[in-house]
């Protein structure tokens, strides 16, 4: 898709906004983002809050997020030399709904526990049924 030729579509396959849509969706791009709301973040403190990314799966995450143009990677001239992730300012625009994406997750927990346990159970209702 030409940027120049149409309105962004997240439902059209050929839209940028799809990827965009994504990466911004990705569980460890999305808790990433969290993380570095405080401010600037080095590596090992980011995976020790971020908890049980691999340290592999996290570089992919952050060198994703930089290319993006939603985080820096600032290395400091230092013996060993020291590297801080902070959010750009499109980051930073990402934490409201971000936010508000969380609150709803943490707040609809219980509903979705539920739901999932009642089609659990119906699914193992089905299946002996069916003997």
């Not at 994504?22 to 791009?29: L, N, T």
């Not at 995976?47 to 995450?61: A, D, E, F, H, I």
């Not at 508000?100 to 997750?105: C, D, G, I, Y």
Request: aromatic share 4%; glycine share 4%.
């Amino acid at each position: 898709m030409d940027s120049n030729s149409r309105t962004a579509n997240i439902l059209d396959p050929d839209c940028p906004s799809r990827v965009i849509f994504q990466r911004i969706g990705d569980k460890w791009a999305s808790l990433i983002i969290q993380v570095l709301a405080d401010g600037p973040v080095r590596f090992t403190a980011l995976k020790n809050m971020v908890n049980t990314v691999t340290p592999k799966v996290l570089t992919q995450s952050l060198r994703a997020l930089e290319r993006d143009g939603l985080i820096t990677r600032t290395v400091h001239p230092t013996i060993p030399p020291r590297v801080d992730y902070e959010l750009t300012e499109t980051g930073r625009s990402l934490l409201v709904p971000l936010g508000q994406l969380r609150a709803w997750a943490e707040s609809h927990v219980p509903e979705i526990l539920k739901a999932r346990d009642d089609y659990d159970d119906s699914r193992d209702e089905e299946l002996l049924a069916g003997r």
